[in-house]
């Protein structure tokens, strides 16, 4: 999402979350809070933590077409988002 999507997202609101290393997974969460530094603090449910990310980490939904963000292509490749999507976690 853009910079000026993630400033209108209030607290409670669920977003999809890359994880920071290949293969980016992508994750449900929900917005805790908005950081001073743009970031956006989120509680991953499946993760059982909270991380901070920068907009062009999130999502408002899982993605159709991914072609406007790498982390979805790099992801697509191995199927992350579908496994996401069936509710299985994947292999660590
Ligand atoms: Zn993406």
Known sequence: MTDEELRTIEPGVGVFWHEP???YHLWFGVVVSH???????IS????GRLVRARSDRLHREVPTDA?????????RTTGAVDRHRSGQSPTE
């Open 21 to 23: 290393n290949p293969p």
């Open 35 to 41: 950081e001073p530094t743009g970031e956006v603090s």
């Open 44 to 47: 991953i449910p499946g993760r």
């Open 67 to 75: 072609v406007a963000c790498p982390l979805c292509q790099a992801g």
